[in-house]
Every structure is written in structure tokens, then in C-alpha cells.
């Protein structure tokens, strides 16, 4: 049985080689816990990204789409709380220099050559316009939920939306976290996905419920067996200063459970305090009672890229054949990157044409990717650790009956069909 860090170890190696995450800056040695997405690791995440709006696109309820800026008035952050609250606090070890969060102090350190704890504000600043004073100063914005309660009014009017309804965000959002790691799990750059939906404060618990487990199964769709998924409710203790009540999803990660996603019953407390600090009316107007009010929100945040670590963790698989370990992503077909490869048996001049002839016909619908370099042998393993569902090669004897091989993934077994029945066999995952 494997130890839960080689896999760790393994996974962010396939990541790296394979073209999932490369290191940002690598050419100039890297920046610490910066990371940049290479051509799989972009389809992967776009693949997340699309089946979050298409699940939805499927729900009874409305969820509009809105796409805010990353700077922001700095006001929406007085207002949230973001400026006196978004902090950690943080010690100094006096003989380095370095600094921890006061509660990840490692063990063997001294307490007295430690400072006294101070807070440490966690959202970057930099300033707008080309002179720098006190007016100018903004911020790379921690969460995108605070570009959502800024357009309550602008959604409300222009969709004319009814209550109970939902607006949902994806986007960057950035934290000068003092200690980040574990790859991409927690990094000072990072891409979030999160819902605020609105709705009547007597209805907040029944909906709290309903998203607690509408997003548990949008996890396990994506394919993350129900066994590394729980729901943590949050101790009084640690709920964030906005929050009423709060749970979990946690993900057990190889170094043990962690989130991977928040759903927080945040009450009204950023409507009020955007109407409060914008002078601006923030309220509903419900035509039924004729009653004006601010609706309670219930908030379903999670994080794009740490769901795309998840997802690899969870999917990584090794199967031992006569002579080899195979590795493999077992991606379902929405999820995959590639869900094609497609693969002349050798880089013969008529069987790389019937590939390009083959793969324009396909990749309007599927992903699809030609792959001629190295031996048909080692461009399955390739293919298998990337996580590519089908292969279709193409040999000699294509020529002569216009048809292919069609190998499974995850059977390994192949089948002959013929090129113009591709699409309707494809059509069919
Ligand atoms: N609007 C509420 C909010 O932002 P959060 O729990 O701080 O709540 C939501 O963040 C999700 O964003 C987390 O569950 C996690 O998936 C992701 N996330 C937060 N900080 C992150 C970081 N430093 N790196 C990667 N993902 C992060």
C-alpha cells in the first residue's frame, strides 16, 4: 500500500512533466508557491469551470453570471470588513527573520526568541494612477463574493430578478498568505467559484441545507469518490466575522482533511453594510407583501484551481501490467483535457494524413489531440497518463478498409469501427 506522500510527490510530478501546472517564472528559478497553467491544466480547469455554470444552468432556481473586476473601490473593503478584519495574526523569529502565522510556529523554535503576535493584514495593496498618496491606494481583492454584493442592485434591476435567486462569480482572487504550500492547494494567487443566493431570512436554513448538498454532489460528478468527501460544520469559534453558520466540504487530502469548499449562511451582513457605507438602497422589494427588505444570503464559495488538485489527487490511479505500472488520470469524459488522442501507428506520410482528416472531422465536437512522437507503446502510456479516454490509431490496413482501432482507457481493449462511424460512437460517452 502506498503512502499517501508519494502520491502527492507522484501527482505533482505528472502535473509538472505532463503540462498540467508549470512553476511560475521557472526560467528565472521560480517564484515561491507561484504557479502558472499549461495547455492541460487549462482545459482541465475550463472543463471545471464550465460543468460549475452548467450545473447551474440546470437548477430551478436562477443563478445569473457576472464577472467582476479585481479592483475595486476601496470602500467595497472598509465597507465588507476586509481592511480591519481580513487578518492573520503573525510572529517574527527574532534570530532569522522569518515569519510564521502564530499558530504554525514549528515546534522546535524557541518561545522567547519569537515576537509578541501582530495582525497581519492579508489582501495586497497597491496604488492606482501614476502618482502615489493616500487617496490612491487599492486592493487585489481576497474573495470574488464582494463583486457580487456590489451588483445586488444592478442584477436585481436589470434581470429583474426574484427572490430566491443566485449570482454566481468565477474569477482570480489574491491573499498574502503567510504560509503558503502543498502545490496548488493554498497559493497567495488563486481562482475562486463562488454563489451568493439570495433569499428570505425565514427560508435561510432550508436553502443553507440545499446547497450544502447540491455542491457535495456537484463534487462527487466530477468524479471524486464519496469516501474522500465529508462535511465539517465549523465551531462558533472559527466562523469569519460575516458569518452566521457555516460547513465545510472537506477533502481528505494526502496530509489529511482540508476544505475545499466553504457554504456560509452570511445573513445579511454585507447587503446592510454596502447600504450602510454606499448610502444606496439595497433593499427587495417583494410585490407580493408589498414589503421592502435585505435578503439573507447563503454562501456557496469554493476554489477552482484547489478543486483541480483535488480532482488530480483523487483520479490518479497506477495498475500494474506483466511488465510495467501503467499511471492514469481516470478523468470522466466531461473532464477530461483530451478525450481523444488520435495516433498514426508510425509517422508514414499517408497514415498522418488520415489522422489530420480524421481529427478535423472530430475536434469541432471533442477534444481531440494527434500524437506521432515515440513508439505506439509508449504514446498509449502518455495518452493514459494524461488522462485521454480513447485512442484511435490509425495502421496500414486503414488504408484499405477506412477503418480504425479504437482502445479504451480504462479496458485497454480495442475495437475496429470504421472512420465515418466515429462521430456517432463518440457521440454516445
Ligand atoms: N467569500 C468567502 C470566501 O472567500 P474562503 O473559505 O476564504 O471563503 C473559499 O474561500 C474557497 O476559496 C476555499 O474553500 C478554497 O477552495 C479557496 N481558497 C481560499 N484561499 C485559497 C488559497 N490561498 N489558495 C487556493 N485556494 C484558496
Known amino acids: 500500500m502506498e503512502m499517501p506522500e508519494e502520491i502527492f510527490d507522484k501527482v505533482v510530478k505528472i502535473a509538472q512533466a505532463r503540462g498540467f501546472v508549470f512553476n511560475a517564472s521557472s526560467i528565472y528559478g521560480g517564484l515561491r508557491s507561484s504557479y502558472d497553467y499549461g495547455p492541460l491544466g487549462v482545459l482541465l480547469k475550463n472543463n471545471i469551470s464550465s460543468m460549475w455554470w452548467s450545473s447551474l444552468n440546470s437548477l430551478d432556481v436562477e443563478i445569473y453570471p457576472i464577472d467582476t473586476a479585481i479592483i475595486q473601490s476601496s470602500e467595497v473593503w472598509k465597507a465588507s470588513g476586509h481592511l480591519a478584519e481580513f487578518t492573520d495574526p503573525m510572529v517574527d523569529h527574532k534570530p532569522t527573520g522569518e515569519r510564521f502565522r502564530a499558530d504554525q510556529v514549528p515546534k522546535d523554535l524557541k518561545k522567547e526568541d519569537l515576537t509578541e503576535p501582530r495582525q497581519f493584514n492579508l489582501m495586497f495593496e497597491t496604488s492606482i494612477g501614476p502618482v502615489e498618496n493616500e487617496n490612491s491606494a487599492v486592493y487585489l481583492r481576497p474573495e470574488t463574493a464582494q463583486g457580487i454584493f ?43 467559484m463562488e454563489i451568493e443566493f439570495f433569499c428570505d431570512e425565514s ?12 455542491r457535495l454532489n456537484w463534487y462527487k460528478n466530477l468524479g471524486i ?12 469559534s472559527e466562523l469569519a466575522h460575516y458569518a452566521k453558520k457555516t460547513s465545510d466540504i472537506e477533502f481528505e487530502y494526502p496530509w489529511g482533511w482540508g476544505e475545499l469548499e466553504g457554504i456560509a449562511n452570511r445573513g445579511n451582513f454585507d447587503l446592510n453594510a454596502h447600504q ?15 414589503s421592502k427588505f435585505t435578503p439573507s444570503v447563503i454562501e456557496p464559495a469554493g476554489g477552482l484551481t484547489r478543486t483541480l488538485f483535488a480532482v488530480l489527487l483523487s483520479l490518479y490511479e497506477e495498475e500494474e501490467l506483466e511488465n510495467e505500472t501503467r499511471t492514469l488520470f481516470k478523468f470522466n469524459f466531461d473532464l477530461a483535457p483530451i478525450q481523444i488522442g488520435i495516433l498514426p501507428l508510425s509517422k508514414k506520410e499517408e497514415l498522418i494524413t488520415v489522422c489530420n482528416q480524421i481529427n478535423s472531422s472530430l475536434r469541432s465536437n471533442f477534444r481531440t489531440e494527434i500524437d506521432i512522437t515515440q513508439s505506439i507503446g509508449k504514446r498509449y502510456r502518455r495518452q493514459d497518463e494524461i ?11 486503414t488504408l484499405e478498409d477506412n477503418s480504425v482501432t479504437v482502445r479504451s482507457r480504462d479496458t485497454m481493449e480495442q475495437e475496429r469501427i470504421k472512420i465515418e462511424e466515429l462521430r456517432d460512437y463518440f457521440n454516445n460517452f
Open 276 to 290: 450602510e457605507s454606499s448610502g444606496n438602497d439595497l433593499k427587495y422589494f417583494d410585490p407580493v407583501t408589498e
Open 150 to 192: 456590489v451588483n445586488f442592485e444592478n442584477v436585481l434591476r436589470t434581470m429583474r430578478a426574484k427572490i430566491p435567486f443566485g449570482i454566481g462569480n468565477i474569477g482570480k482572487s489574491f491573499r498574502n498568505e503567510i504560509t503558503p504550500g502543498q502545490f496548488i492547494f493554498r497559493t497567495r494567487e488563486f481562482e475562486q
Open 387 to 397: 488522462g485521454t479516454l480513447y485512442c484511435i490509431t490509425v495502421d496500414f490496413d
Open 225 to 236: 469518490p464519496e469516501k474522500k468527501l465529508r462535511i465539517r460544520n465549523h465551531e462558533k
Open 203 to 214: 427560508e435561510e436554513d432550508k436553502w443553507f441545507d440545499y446547497w450544502v448538498e447540491n
